[in-house]
């Protein structure tokens, strides 16, 4: 019997060395693991910031005209122009669902990536927090799968959408498109009338120069939107 104990304690520590190289390998490979993640997804990042700012100089170039940029957007444009909520089939493929809670005080913003952007989504945030509304984005959060699938999650849940469609960004145009689809209160922004090339009411478009403009705009949206409910 104490044989047998002895034995199992020397195979005990003999087998400890072991195990701490074990225990360390692990805890390598998982530092390097959580390491290549991060790496990979600001690879991710970086690689879209830098296509869509190339595709948003692309498009300048396509759509300088009415007639051109009509062309282009022929699909996008014809969205826009239809209010019925999104199918069923649609949204569980992405795993979304058409009655999920709205979070109270939200709005989503669909704004380009390229950095040039940054200041307006700061303007608009600043005037919606007037009201103790809070913004998010699409790049706010990291997403390690379908970037769409968030960012349509994300307008189901908020109570307003707002499109900065300044630079004719593809993207901004076609989540447009879904939020009309999802039946959304949406307000568009540019900073430039040239961005408007398309027939849309001139009460859902804030053409703006100064953070005071956009303030002012947003307010006089939203209080109409609001009563227009209450109404």
Same mark, same amino acid.
């Given at each position: 019997m104490i044989d047998s104990y002895e034995i199992l304690v020397t195979s005990f520590i003999t087998s400890i060395p072991i195990i701490a190289v074990a225990l360390?390998?692990?805890?390598?490979?998982?530092?390097?693991?959580?390491?290549?993640?991060?790496?990979?997804s600001y690879e991710s990042d970086k690689y879209r910031l830098d296509l869509e700012?190339?595709?948003?100089?692309? &498009?300048? /170039?396509? #759509?300088?005209?009415?007639?051109?940029?009509?062309s282009a957007n022929k699909l996008i444009i014809e969205g &826009?122009? /239809?209010? #019925?909520i999104a199918g069923t089939d649609f949204l569980e493929r992405i795993g979304a669902d058409k009655n999920m809670s709205i979070k109270d005080k939200s709005v989503f913003v669909l704004?380009?990536?390229?950095?040039?952007f940054n200041e307006d989504f700061e303007w608009v945030e600043n005037a919606f927090?007037?009201?103790k509304y809070v913004c998010s984005k699409g790049n706010d959060v990291k997403v390690q799968s379908n970037l769409l699938s968030h960012i349509i999650k994300e307008m189901l849940a908020s109570k307003f959408v707002v499109a900065n469609i300044g630079g004719r960004n593809p993207n901004?145009?076609?989540?447009l498109?879904?939020?009309?689809?999802l039946g959304k209160d949406v307000i568009l922004i540019s900073r430039s009338v040239d961005d408007i090339t398309f027939d849309l009411?001139?009460?859902q478009i804030i053409i703006f120069n100064t953070e005071e403009q956009l303030s002012s705009s947003i307010d006089e949206w939203l209080v109409s939107t609001l009563e227009s409910k209450i109404s």
């Open positions: 360390i390998f692990y805890f390598l490979f998982k530092n390097a693991f959580h390491s290549y993640i991060k790496m990979k700012s190339e595709i948003y100089k692309l &498009n300048k /170039k396509i #759509s300088s005209t009415e007639e051109r940029f009509n &826009n122009t /239809k209010s #019925s704004t380009p990536l390229n950095p040039d927090r007037k009201h901004v145009f076609y989540e498109g879904i939020a009309h689809a009411s001139s009460s």
